[in-house]
C-alpha cells in the first residue's frame, strides 16, 4: 500500500538492531486518516470472506482493528497480556514471546468471546519473527472458530514471521513489506 509505505519512508525511524519506530502515525500517535485508508485496504482484501469478528493483541494493534472493523461492521476483541501466572475465568490461553521486549507474555481471550461461530481476522501492527501472530492463531484454532487470514500493517519481511505463518497454511496479507532497512540509507521495500 503506497500510502502507507510512503509515511514509513517520511516519519519512520530505523533502530540498530532491525527495529522501526514508527511512534508518529501508529502506534503510539495514531494518524486515523491513514488508519481508515488501511481498514479499506484490508476489507478489500477480505471481502467476501465472511469475517464476523476481528482478533487483535494489545496495545498497539488495538487501535488499526477498531478502524478497520468498522469497515467489516463487526466487533474487535483483543487478547490481553496477563502478566501473572494466575490465569483467571474460562479463556482461552497462548504465549507470545516479544521481539521488542524480549519478554514472554501468557495472552488470553474469554470464551465468552471467541466461538466456533466466529470467523475471525487478525488484526496486527507488525509481523517479525511471527511469535504474536502464532498465539493469537492458537487462540483462534483452540477456540473452533474458523480462521480466515491476518492483516498486518508493516511485515518485515527480512525476519522469519511471514515465511512461518504463511507455511502453516494462513493467508497474510501485510500492507508494507519492509525488504531491508538500516539507519543509514532508510527502509526499502518488497518490489523495489
Ligand atoms: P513478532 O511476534 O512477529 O516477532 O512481533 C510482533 C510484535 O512485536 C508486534 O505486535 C509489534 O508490537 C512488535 N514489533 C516487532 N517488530 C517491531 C518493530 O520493528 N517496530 C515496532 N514498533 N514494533 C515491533
Request: proline letters at 2%.
Amino acid at each position: 500500500m503506497k500510502l502507507l509505505e510512503d509515511r514509513i519512508r517520511k516519519d519512520g525511524i530505523v533502530r540498530e538492531g532491525g527495529v522501526l519506530k514508527v511512534d508518529s502515525f501508529l502506534n503510539h500517535q495514531m494518524d486515523i486518516a491513514l488508519f481508515r485508508e488501511m481498514g479499506r485496504e484490508f476489507a478489500r482484501l477480505y471481502a467476501g470472506c465472511g469475517v464476523n469478528k476481528i482478533l487483535t493483541i494489545e496495545a498497539s494493534g488495538i487501535g488499526i482493528a477498531c478502524i478497520a472493523a468498522e469497515e467489516f461492521g463487526c466487533p474487535v476483541v483483543f487478547a490481553k497480556k496477563n502478566k501473572t501466572k494466575n490465569i483467571a475465568g474460562d479463556v482461552w490461553t497462548s504465549k507470545v514471546e516479544s521481539f521488542t521486549h524480549g519478554r514472554v507474555y501468557d495472552i488470553i481471550v474469554s470464551k465468552d468471546f471467541l466461538t466456533e461461530k466466529d470467523r475471525v481476522l487478525i488484526i496486527d501492527d507488525f509481523l517479525a519473527m511471527g511469535s504474536a501472530l502464532q498465539g493469537l492463531i492458537k487462540l483462534v484454532r483452540d477456540s473452533g472458530a474458523e480462521l480466515v487470514g491476518a492483516g498486518i500493517a508493516v511485515e518485515k519481511a527480512f525476519q522469519p514471521g511471514g515465511e512461518l505463518i504463511r507455511g502453516m497454511g494462513v493467508r497474510v496479507e501485510s500492507l508494507a513489506r519492509v525488504a531491508s532497512m538500516d539507519p543509514e540509507t532508510g527502509v526499502r521495500f518488497v518490489g523495489e
